[in-house]
Antibody
Framework: QVQLQESGPGLVKPSQTLSLTCTVS??????????WSWIRQPAGKGLEWIGR???????NYNPSLKSRVTISGDTSKNQFSLKLSSVTAADTAVYYC??????????????WGQGTLVTVSS | DIQMTQSPSSLSASVGDRVTITCRAG??????LNWYQQKPGKAPKLLIY???NLQRGVPSRFSGRGSGADFTLTISSLQPEDFATYYC?????????FGQGTRLEIK
């Protein structure tokens, strides 16, 4: 069973870049036909999809964040990463990585990391 | 973006009750609809995929129905561990969007 684990700084200063890594075990990010996504959730609020990377390395982003987001993969380490630039307090949230399982022209988030809280504050 | 609207936003029910949560999409999304359960401090957990398919390991008291723009999640007989927040999610197109959540509380 695939497992995901987020890692990275829990505190980022305003205007700086948030960087998180998701380490995948029990499966390879370069095999199969799945996407690998980042999703965030501000305290007490709902879920917001940030973007995803495909096994080919191509990426899709939420237009609301597209100008500030980069998602990339490192197949040698079986990891994928999120960079969010020019952060503000509004980017404070729990950040999740998840596998976007693809089957029969459909997909769903079947495996999630435990989440990591990132606070933007000086 | 496709807006997903859940109703109700919160719901009080008792153990053993049958409850239904509704999710409406801003346009037809065929069966590209998934349901998740989230407990406090935990990651969401997939319950139902492609509108009506039960994820492996999820109890059969959970069921999903619908296609097009209107969907439902039903819990046939509430158990104590079912009190949580439930989210629908569309993957018809990007950006992937979620409903605002339905908080299911103990009466």
């Amino acid at each position: 069973q695939v497992q995901l684990q987020e890692s990275g700084p829990g505190l980022v200063k305003p205007s700086q870049t948030l960087s998180l890594t998701c380490t995948v075990s029990g499966g390879s990010i370069s095999s199969g036909s799945h996407y690998w996504s980042w999703i965030r959730q501000p305290a007490g609020k709902g879920l917001e999809w940030i973007g995803r990377i495909y096994t080919s390395g191509s990426a899709n982003y939420n237009p609301s964040l597209k100008s500030r987001v980069t998602i990339s993969g490192d197949t040698s380490k079986n990891q994928f990463s999120l960079k969010l630039s020019s952060v503000t307090a509004a980017d404070t949230a729990v950040y999740y990585c998840a596998r976007d399982f693809r089957a029969a022209d459909n997909n769903w988030f079947d495996s999630w990391g435990q989440g990591t809280l990132v606070t933007v504050s000086s | 973006d496709i807006q997903m609207t859940q109703s109700p936003s919160s719901l009080s029910a008792s153990v053993g009750d049958r409850v239904t949560i509704t999710c409406r999409a801003g346009q037809s999304i065929s069966s590209y609809l998934n349901w998740y359960q989230q407990k406090p401090g935990k990651a969401p957990k997939l319950l139902i995929y492609a509108a009506s398919n039960l994820q492996r390991g999820v109890p059969s008291r959970f069921s999903g129905r619908g296609s097009g723009a209107d969907f439902t999640l039903t819990i046939s007989s509430l158990q104590p561990e079912d009190f949580a927040t439930y989210y629908c999610q569309q993957n018809y197109n990007t950006p992937i969007t979620f409903g605002q959540g339905t908080r299911l509380e103990i009466k």
